[in-house]
């Protein structure tokens, strides 16, 4: 990985840019997709399922029959992994659960908030490299809990444990379509594929965009979540080994990923340089590692401060702290998705089965986006009541900031019951 040195804040914007594409030239690509699927449905999809997976689809959907072989096709070890993650991932998310709490702002007005399950929803699966059945759980547990009505499945793979998961998950609408042409399918509804209200989920730049173009159009979208990201902040408690292994977790995702590691010991710079070098090696996604290693960096810093500020502008998807005081560390961070800490927390944990979400923001998105959480799967409406009481404390409060806005019947609305 290529080193950078005490670099300058002025030169801090280039060093943190991001290796994807023009957004222009990503969404030229796109928007004919959306159109296509807009004006011509299912036909559209099955010629770019030919066009892109080089797949021939007859059926757009999963038959019921596939989905409940999916789990005679899984290892015993595999089956267990993920039916413990599913409770872990259940727990986290279950907990962010909250009671409506009623508030009496005045004597016999009272107000408060209920959440509800927004009522159709649909989750992309990514496939295209890899076929990302943890994904399933991610979406698919915080939808149940929420009590989302219909969840509509779309993925380019066919991978029995993505079947498993989404049966665990309850979801039983699973569509085998991938790309921006899913996005599309599940924005504007086709013969076969319902439309829904928000659309959630990672995926490739293209998946991103067409998310992007059709919350544009009024689709709720959770949130731009692109090729995957970490940085590591390491000091020379921090094992070279571990931030290698780290760094090359999220590089494998794609040639499009990428990786940062910033330190104020060159020694570790260089000890995990080594380990890159040993550990890519040995690995059977070596090619999209090493290409997203191309898009990386090793920054030499002064100081922690230098590192923070560094930090906090990259605003990385995930970021890990193996620094001695990980958690006062984790103070000093605003922007990030993800945090993870100390040396026995690897962000493959996240990835998988510790219970955090890991469908995050990426491209210096976490400076203003969350993670999917409960709360991305439901709605909160506010409900007021007030008594005749309550009117009466209350109205000439309205009835003056009505008039003084010029809107006479608002006033009025109060007037004819404080006069009842
Ligand atoms: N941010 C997150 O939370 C998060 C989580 C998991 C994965 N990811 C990211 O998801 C991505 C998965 O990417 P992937 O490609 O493996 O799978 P994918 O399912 O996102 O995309 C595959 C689809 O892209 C379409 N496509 C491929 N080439 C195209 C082209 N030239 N023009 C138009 N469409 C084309 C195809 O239809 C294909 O089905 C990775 O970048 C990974 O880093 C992000
Ligand atoms: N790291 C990805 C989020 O950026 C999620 C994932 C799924 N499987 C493995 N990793
Ligand atoms: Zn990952």
């Excluded at 921090?238 to 990428?258: K, R, T, W, Y």
């Excluded at 570790?268 to 590692?289: H, V």
């Excluded at 961070?333 to 026995?344: C, E, P, Q, R, V």
């Amino acid at each position: 990985m290529k080193i950078i040195k005490f670099p300058d804040s002025s030169a801090y914007k280039a060093i943190l840019t991001r290796p994807v594409q023009d957004i222009s030239v990503i969404e030229q690509r796109v928007t004919p997709i959306l159109q296509k699927v807009k004006a011509e449905g299912d036909a559209a999809i099955r010629a770019f399922a030919l066009q892109f997976d080089k797949t021939v689809l007859d059926s757009l959907e999963m038959p019921e029959e596939s989905v409940k072989k999916a789990e005679s096709q899984l290892s015993d070890e595999l089956l267990k992994a993920i039916n413990q993650a599913y409770i872990n991932i259940y727990r986290f998310h279950e907990a962010q659960k909250q009671a409506p709490e009623k508030i009496e702002t005045m004597e016999g007005v009272t107000c408060w908030r209920k959440s509800v399950g927004i009522d159709k929803v649909g989750v992309y699966i990514p496939g295209g490299t890899a076929p990302l059945f943890s994904t399933v759980l991610m979406l698919g547990i915080p939808a149940k809990i929420a009590g989302c009505n219909e969840v509509v499945l779309c993925t380019p793979s066919d991978h029995p444990a993505i079947l498993y998961a989404a049966r665990l998950c309850g979801i039983t609408r699973i569509f085998r379509i991938g790309g921006a042409q899913a996005i599309a399918a599940m924005a504007y509804g086709t013969e076969t594929v319902p439309q829904v209200y928000k659309i959630f989920g990672p995926g490739n730049q293209y998946v991103t965009a067409a998310k992007m173009l059709v919350n544009k159009e009024g689709i709720a979208i959770d949130m731009p979540a692109g090729p995957s990201e970490v940085a590591v902040y390491a000091d020379d408690s921090a094992n070279p080994a571990f931030v290698a292994a780290d760094l090359l977790s999220q590089a494998e995702h794609g040639i499009d990923s990428q990786v940062l590691l910033v330190s104020t010991s060159e020694k570790l710079i260089e000890a995990t340089n080594q380990e890159l070098e040993k550990q890519l090696k040995a690995l059977p996604r070596a090619e999209f590692a090493a290409k997203a290693l191309e898009n990386s960096q090793a920054i030499l810093v002064e100081n922690e401060s230098v590192a923070l500020e560094m930090l906090n502008q990259y605003a990385a998807e995930h970021l890990i702290l193996s620094v001695e005081n990980a958690e006062e560390v984790s103070e000093k961070i605003y922007n990030a998705g993800s945090i993870f800490l100390g040396n026995y927390t690897p962000e493959s944990a996240g990835d998988y089965a510790s219970g955090t979400n890991h469908t995050l923001p990426t491209n210096g998105y976490a400076r203003a986006y969350s993670g999917v959480s409960l709360d991305t799967f439901v709605k909160k409406i506010t409900v007021q009541h007030i008594t005749r009481e309550g009117i009466h404390h209350l109205g000439q409060t309205i009835i003056e900031m009505a008039q003084a806005e010029s809107l006479e019947a608002h006033a009025n609305a109060v007037r004819v019951r404080l006069q009842s």
